[in-house]
């Protein structure tokens, strides 16, 4: 089946944050790239004129990589910009009249979900929705009534075919890595499995708070921000199938098989943490009770991983930032040469950022007549003279039409099935010192002598 191309890249919300950040940069690099000769049409309610928003993007691109001459000129020229009130159906009006000859455009919402459903509307009504694609940033609802309420606002104009719900996380480089050396690798194959894997754990660790973002993690937590969706897709991909090929269907089909094998959570394999401090930030309420931390215990109940426990801490105001997964092996059944413990155990690490490593953790013998051993690291690194920016890549996938590295309506309620029942503050808050790993009752999430695997700072590779 041929997948047209979309024809004009629409995206509202062009004075925010999200924009400054992270979308000019990504349109920069994909017109450097040759993927993207279409208009592209700035929408937002700033009282803006075009050659604002021209410098608004210049600006960003000073501070996010640099401003190259010859693509801004041509970023420049393709730009449009239409300023209006999305409850105003002049907006879109005026936003039919820019897209011009273009028929098939992707719009995308980097706003509010609470102006979601108006916006979708308006782009039924204006007309600018037919034969269109939609990219719908997250959070994708707030449990799981709110998730299948957007997914019918979105499904009442929009086919699921051209409904993109982005996930940076799964754009970045070291989680597609992490997909890629699972399944082009026969070696992890053979030991993936509840026979010879013990447990799994992963730590999401920010060595800052919210940054002046303290109304918006009111409404978020750790929960919600990073787990529902960034962690448990990093599960996924660590535990799923192997998809038939490298395609939407296929990959959507394994991951929601996965995503439908997790236990829904018990409240009683959570813990909740808030720093010190984080109640005096701007929009944080005196008496708080959103997690600024969580520790868990997830269970997939399917042949290849029931009794595996799967581990997840993220937090704010943690030693260091980085994303580590630590897969441990079980120990030899004999202690032929000495005694080993679950800590001194074969494993493979992931680092997922900032530093993308994988190692595997091995045991060899001191030098010496004794038969004793310690532990070792085989570690590898793969560095790349150019990396593409999530966004870069994501956007670039959906003006494509190539879903592969979205999520589906169904994956993303299953993993707030998963979610649901420890939502509504269903187990208390512990408060943690900004600096260590969290509040001493995580330690109780992780069972047996094992105790949490903290990552270090990464060692510089020897040149």
Not at 10 to 29: E, M, N, R
Request: aromatic fraction near 10%.
């Amino acid at each position: 089946m041929t997948i047209t191309r979309s024809d004009a890249f629409v995206f509202f919300g062009a004075t925010g944050d999200l924009a400054y950040k992270k979308i000019f940069p990504a349109l920069q690099a994909m017109i450097l790239a040759g993927e993207l000769d279409m208009p592209i049409i700035a929408v937002a309610r700033a009282g803006w004129t075009l050659e604002q928003m021209r410098e608004r993007a210049r600006d960003s691109l000073e501070k996010h990589g640099g401003v190259d001459a010859a693509a801004f000129a041509k970023f420049s020229a393709q730009l449009k910009y239409v300023d209006g009130d999305y409850n105003d159906a002049a907006t879109f009006a005026s936003l039919k009249e820019a897209l011009g000859a273009a028929r098939r455009p992707l719009h995308y919402m980097a706003i509010p979900p609470s102006m979601f459903a108006t916006v979708v509307q308006r782009l039924s009504e204006s007309g600018c929705a037919t034969d269109a694609r939609i990219i719908v940033e997250k959070p994708f609802g707030r449990d799981l009534a709110s998730a299948q309420a957007l997914n019918k606002t979105l499904h009442d104009i929009f086919p699921e075919s051209a409904i993109f719900r982005i996930d940076h996380y799964l754009g970045k480089e070291a989680v597609q890595n992490l997909l890629y050396f699972r399944f082009a690798n026969t070696l992890l194959d053979p030991v993936w499995n509840r026979t010879y894997v013990d447990s799994v754990q992963i730590t999401m660790a920010e060595d800052f708070g919210v940054q002046g973002r303290g109304s918006f993690y009111e409404e978020a937590g750790a929960l919600r921000d990073v787990v529902q969706n960034h962690l448990l897709q990093v599960i996924a991909l660590l535990a799923m199938e192997a998809p038939s090929g490298h395609d939407p269907i296929s990959m959507h089909a394994e991951k929601l098989r996965l995503f439908r094998a997790m236990r829904p959570l018990d409240p009683k394999d959570v813990v909740r943490g808030q720093f010190r401090g984080y109640r005096e930030e701007n929009g944080v309420a005196p008496d708080s009770q959103v997690e600024t931390f969580a520790a868990l215990k997830l269970h997939i109940d399917t042949w290849r991983w029931a009794g595996v426990p799967f581990y997840i801490r993220a937090g704010k105001c943690l030693p260091l930032t980085t994303t580590e997964v630590i897969v441990d092996l079980k120990c030899p059944p004999l202690a032929v040469f000495d005694e080993i413990t679950a800590k001194q155990s074969n494993y493979f690490r992931f680092r997922l950022s900032p530093e993308v490593v994988i190692s595997a953790g091995v045991r060899v013998k001191k030098s010496g007549e004794a038969m004793h051993g310690e532990p070792v690291e085989l570690v590898a690194r793969h560095q790349s003279p150019h990396e593409e920016l999530p966004y870069e890549r994501l956007l670039a996938d959906a003006l494509r039409g190539d879903a592969t590295l979205y999520t589906s309506d169904e994956c993303v309620e299953a993993a707030w099935t998963v979610i649901d029942p420890i939502l509504g503050n269903a187990e208390p808050i512990h408060e943690y010192e900004p600096g260590g790993w969290g509040p001493a009752a995580a330690l109780d999430i992780v069972s047996g002598d094992e105790g949490w695997h903290d990552p270090a700072l990464e060692e510089t590779a020897p040149c």
